[in-house]
């Protein structure tokens, strides 16, 4: 059974920072891209970052560009997003995905999801 499981969203006051995790079970991996959305009520999903899992190649959203980092720990199967100098406008659910292949940005390329974790910095 596949599994993306997120963590580590929550409340921080801007210009703080926060880790997200993303543990994937349930498949082999190195085929795949996986990647960071985040949404807000009544918008489409919108995309954060993504890394191949089997070179580590990235790719960033313009928004989160130089504030936010993807990487992963392929002994652990968990991919990372450290987020940096975060701003109210951050404030969304954050969805972890895989996707088969290279990198996408459009989410309905992604065929795997987690269930979401609430990042929340007031304005």
């Not at 070179?55 to 002994?75: E, N």
């Amino acid at each position: 059974q596949v599994q993306l499981v997120e963590s580590g969203g929550g409340l921080v006051q801007a210009g703080g920072s926060l880790r997200l995790s993303c543990a994937a079970s349930g498949r082999a991996w190195s085929g795949y891209a996986m990647g960071w959305f985040r949404q807000t009520p009544g918008k489409e999903r919108e995309f954060v970052a993504a890394i191949r899992w089997s070179d580590g190649s990235t790719h960033y959203g313009d928004s989160v560009k130089g504030r936010f980092t993807i990487s992963r720990d392929i002994a652990r199967n968990t991919v990372y997003l450290q987020m940096n100098s975060l701003k109210p406008e951050d404030t969304a659910v954050y969805y972890c995905a895989a996707a088969p292949g290279c990198i996408w940005t459009s989410a309905g390329q992604y065929d795997y999801w987690g269930q979401g974790t609430q990042v929340t910095v007031p304005s």
